[in-house]
């Protein structure tokens, strides 16, 4: 009997290190290490200069949001996913830059195919405060040809891609590419 609890206690310990090591590191702010790359002659997706498509998604909250309803802001539009590695690693990033830059761009994190709660209990993890939208069936992150996670577009104020970046970015990329 001394064996079975001794191993039941040993599990359940085993199993609150690993929870609270799996909790802490998805709060805090790490170093990506290699960022994500500017690609300026990418045959996939929306081309440098060219006008990002307008689309309509649900936020998590169901309100529903159109792209050109942020015409006149500078914009990161982030195709991510829940169980991307690189995709939680930018996260505490982006969150961080937009609180340090309220204003001056905005975000909107385009969820891929994946269900609300899965994406709410993410951003409550990571304790996401701008805007996430559900791509439910996949149709924008078609539309803007998506085959690599995260990639972001940086938009002109005028809807205009300024930057297309493949892989995950750190809050400096950020700053640096609304200069």
């Not at 689309?55 to 982030?78: A, C, H, I, P, T």
Request: glycine share 8%; with cysteine.
């Amino acid at each position: 009997m001394g064996k079975k609890w001794f191993g039941i206690l040993l599990l359940a310990l085993l199993i609150g290190i690993a929870g609270f090591n799996l909790y802490d590191d998805r709060k805090e702010v790490i170093d990506i290490g290699e960022t994500g790359i500017a690609v300026n002659d990418d045959q996939n997706g929306i081309a440098v200069g060219s006008q990002a498509p307008d689309f309509l998604v649900q936020r998590m909250d169901g309100k529903e949001v159109r792209l050109s309803d942020y015409k006149g802001k500078k914009v990161f539009l982030n195709f991510w996913a829940t169980w991307c590695p690189p995709c939680k690693q930018e996260m505490p990033h982006m969150q961080s830059f937009y609180e340090e830059n309220e204003g001056k761009a905005e975000i909107l994190a385009v969820n891929l195919e994946e269900s609300k709660t899965k994406a709410k209990d993410f951003a409550d993890q990571y304790h996401l405060t701008f805007p996430v939208l559900m791509d439910k069936n996949g149709e924008v992150a078609e539309k803007y040809e998506i085959y690599t996670m995260p990639t972001t577009y940086v938009l002109n104020e005028d809807g205009t891609v300024y930057q297309k970046i493949v892989g995950p970015m750190d809050e400096k990329m950020m700053k640096d590419l609304i200069k």
